[in-house]
C-alpha cells in the first residue's frame, strides 16, 4: 500500500541484507535482483530459509509473520530479535518484535538514514548470494523437461515462465499451485505476481484476472488455476468474454481437489470424495 518497494530493495543493496519476501510480497522486486534471496517459509526456498535460521536481527516490513511464513516458528532462529514495521499495532507486536507502526515507506528512509555509513559484513553477503545461486540450481532441475508422458506442476510453471513478456502478470490463489509460483516463478518486473493466498480463496483465480487486466488493460494477465478451484468459478470466463476482457488461463489437471486430498492423506486419513475416481 505505502508504494516503498523500491526504497526497500535499495535498503537492501545499500547495506548489503539479504532480501527474502513472503507470500504476499513477492512481486515487489524482481528475482534477480542483487539483494533478493528467495522467498521464505513453509513454501518458499531453501536459500531464504537458511539466511532466515542463520540471521541474528530480522527487519519484517509489512508482513503479518503468519504460520506460512515463520515455519509456524521453526524458520528463525528462536533467540532472533524481530524489527517489525507495520502500519497495524496488532502485526507489528507479533513475536515479541520491537515494534515500528510507522508507514513502510517513510520508516525505511529514516532508517536508511541512521545506518548511514554502516554495512553487513561482507561475508554475510556473499553467504546470501550463494545460497541463491544454489537455490536458482535446484529450481533448474526440477523445472526442466525430460520427456515424461504428464509434466509436472513445476515444470509448467517454468514453460509459462519463460514464455511470458517482462511486464506480463501472473495470477493465482489456491490448491497446489500457491507453492509451486511462489517458488518457481521467476518475477521478470515488480508487481506483475498476484497470489491470493491469504485465505486460500477458491474461485479467486479468475475473478481477480478480470479486475486486473481491466486496471492494466496493456498488460497481458495470465491465470494458473488447479481444476478445483476451476469449478468454483469458471462461468467467470463468461464474464471476461461479455467484457470484451482477454485473459490466458493455464487449467492444470490433477484430477479433482488433489490438494485437498493429500492434506486428508497426510493427517492419516483415507482419501474421500476429493479425486473424481473416488466419487
Same mark, same amino acid.
Not at 217 to 234: A, C, F, Q, T
Given at each position: ?78 533467540? $532472533? #530479535?524481530? *524489527?517489525?514495521?507495520?502500519? +497495524? ?9 520491537? !515494534?515500528?507502526? /510507522? ?7 529514516e532508517l536508511k538514514a ?39 506442476? $513445476? #515444470?509448467? *510453471?517454468?514453460?509459462?515462465? +519463460? ?9 493465482? !490463489?489456491?490448491? /497446489?499451485?500457491?507453492?509451486?509460483v511462489a517458488k518457481g ?71 479433482g481437489f488433489g490438494c ?20
Amino acid at each position: 500500500y505505502s508504494g516503498a518497494e523500491k526504497e526497500v530493495a535499495d535498503f537492501a543493496l545499500k547495506h548489503g541484507l539479504p532480501m527474502a519476501e513472503t507470500i504476499a510480497g513477492k512481486g515487489a522486486v524482481t528475482h534477480d535482483h542483487p539483494a533478493h534471496v528467495g522467498p521464505i517459509g513453509v513454501v518458499g526456498s531453501s536459500s531464504a530459509n537458511e539466511m532466515a535460521g542463520a540471521a541474528d536481527v530480522i527487519i519484517a516490513i509489512g508482513t503479518r509473520l503468519q504460520d506460512f511464513t515463520t515455519g509456524s516458528w521453526t524458520v528463525f532462529a528462536h533467540d $532472533a #530479535q524481530f *524489527v517489525s514495521i507495520n502500519a +497495524a499495532r496488532y502485526d507489528a507486536t507479533k513475536h515479541r518484535a520491537l !515494534a515500528v507502526v /510507522g508507514d513502510a515507506k517513510e520508516t525505511v528512509a529514516e532508517l536508511k538514514a541512521g545506518l548511514s555509513g554502516w554495512k553487513a559484513d561482507a561475508a554475510w553477503t556473499a553467504k546470501g548470494k550463494t545460497a541463491f545461486k544454489g537455490w536458482n540450481a535446484l529450481l533448474d532441475e526440477h523445472q526442466k523437461l525430460n520427456n515424461e508422458p504428464v509434466p509436472t506442476y $513445476a #515444470q509448467v *510453471v517454468n514453460v509459462v515462465n +519463460a514464455a511470458a513478456g517482462e511486464k506480463d502478470t501472473l495470477i493465482a !490463489a489456491a490448491g /497446489g499451485i500457491p507453492g509451486e509460483v511462489a517458488k518457481g516463478w521467476r518475477v521478470k518486473a515488480p508487481n506483475t505476481f498476484d497470489l491470493e493466498f491469504g485465505f486460500s480463496c477458491m474461485g479467486y483465480e479468475i475473478a481477480g484476472a478480470i479486475g486486473v487486466k481491466m486496471a492494466e488493460p496493456k498488460r497481458e494477465v495470465i491465470v494458473m488455476v488447479g481444476d478445483g478451484s476451476y469449478l468454483m468459478m469458471n462461468s467467470e470466463l463468461a464474464t471476461s468474454i461479455l467484457l470484451g476482457v482477454k485473459l490466458t488461463v493455464i487449467l492444470l489437471d490433477n484430477r479433482g481437489f488433489g490438494c485437498i486430498n493429500r492434506l486428508q492423506r497426510a493427517t492419516g486419513g483415507e482419501s474421500f470424495n476429493n479425486l473424481l475416481e473416488h466419487t
